[in-house]
């Protein structure tokens, strides 16, 4: 089986910088596409960066300039380095893989999110 593990997140005050890592593990022989997702409470949940194995990206607009995605394809790991953080950036923020290809798993392409990591600025 696939799976996706957090890192990273936590509090940190206004104006301030995490980096948070997803790492999939299994037997994948590739992920077409991984990124982030950030759901705030009572909000729904929205993408903020993906990128492709290519290294095609694409980020929500109230995270550009401040937010760089970034991969290493050899290791299956996604980053999400944010900076100047703001307290509207506070929400459990999610991994998923798309497109993943499964060594044990024929015909289809895998969808995987990771359990959720706490991202909370303050004011």
């Known amino acids: 089986q696939v799976q996706l593990v957090e890192s990273g997140g936590g509090l940190v005050q206004a104006g301030g910088s995490l980096r948070l890592s997803c790492a999939a593990s299994?037997?994948?022989?590739?992920?077409?596409?991984m990124g982030w997702y950030r759901q705030a409470p009572g909000k729904q949940r929205e993408l903020v960066a993906a990128?492709?194995?290519?290294?095609?990206?694409n980020y929500t607009d109230s995270v550009k300039g401040r937010f760089t995605i970034s991969r290493d394809n050899a290791k299956n790991t996604v980053y999400l380095q944010m900076n100047s953080l703001k307290p509207e950036d506070t929400a459990v923020y999610y991994c998923?893989?798309?497109?993943?290809?499964?060594?044990?798993?024929?015909?289809?392409?895998?969808?995987?999110w990771g359990q959720g990591t706490l991202v909370t600025v303050s004011s």
């Open positions: 998923n893989a798309d497109g993943v290809s499964d060594y044990d798993v024929t015909g289809r392409y895998l969808e995987v």
């Open positions: 299994g037997s994948i022989f590739g992920i077409n596409a």
């Open positions: 990128i492709t194995s290519g290294g095609s990206t």
